[in-house]
């Protein structure tokens, strides 16, 4: 799938995907409809209040990921009464489009628990359909104000779309496409590991820049009810800084 073709789902393939999506959730926890089922101000448990904008999602966020990075963590929402009171539903605060290494964990690295967080996780938090029919159920069906673009330090996916790129060579099978993805994001004016670091960065946020171009979404970011931020998590010291 070209970037081109990944922007423009035909409406047939939109309405399937949103249906799926739909009955599984009613399936397993009530019904959903097109607006949010949880009103902004339900808790996400009885440990704390869900945010109802996208700054206090951020700030929520942030302290958490202070506790985690001060070695100070909560593991917040683990309870059996809130074990309990997510069987009915789920209500979280924010979406993290992060990647699937398994040292960048987002319920982990913000320090939230059960029914706060809707990871949604690929290599290198690259799109595809499923991953933004994904964020845009997050934000649809759920109301999540929040959409976080999670890149971190020494990411494996990037680095080898640097080096292929770099050499001119194809990744193997399906890992390709991966490169494909992140190409946009090389600065071919720099070399060796800043390239690499730097490529990082700019892969969120262009993933940021394409999730905040999409139909469903552009009129919540100009409402302000919705925000999409690009972030980077540093394996070194544990702290997330936003991007852009």
Not at 55 to 76: C, D, Q, V, Y
Not at 176 to 201: C, K, M, N, T
Request: with cysteine; charged share 20%.
């Amino acid at each position: 799938m070209t970037a081109h073709s990944e922007r423009r789902w035909l409406p047939g393939r939109r309405q399937l995907v949103r249906a799926a999506l739909t009955g599984v959730v009613a399936a397993c926890a009530g019904s959903v409809s097109g607006r949010p089922p949880f009103p902004a101000s339900t808790s996400s448990g009885p440990n704390s209040a869900r945010p109802a904008t996208p700054e206090s999602a951020w700030r929520k966020l942030s302290e958490g990921n202070r506790r985690w990075r001060t070695l100070h963590e909560r593991h917040p929402d683990e309870t059996p009464a809130v074990r309990r009171t997510v069987v009915s539903g789920q209500h979280p605060f924010a979406v993290i489009l992060g990647c699937v290494d398994s040292r960048v964990p987002p319920e982990l690295v913000f320090d939230q628990g059960l029914g706060d967080l809707l990871a949604v996780r690929s290599a290198g938090s690259v799109l595809d359909e499923a991953v933004l029919a994904s964020v845009t159920y997050g934000v649809l069906e759920l109301g999540i104000p929040l959409v976080v673009v999670l890149g971190h330090q020494s990411c494996g996916a990037v680095t080898a779309a640097v080096r292929a790129d770099a050499t001119g060579g194809q990744l193997p099978g399906h890992m390709q496409y991966l490169a494909d993805q992140i190409r946009p994001a090389i600065d071919h004016g720099l070399s060796g590991e800043a390239r690499v670091d730097a490529a990082i960065s700019a892969n969120a946020l262009l993933v940021r820049s394409r999730l905040a171009a999409e139909p469903e979404l552009v009129s919540r970011i100009a409402a302000g009810t919705l925000t999409a931020v690009g972030a980077r998590y540093e394996l070194t010291d544990q702290r997330v800084r936003r991007l852009g």
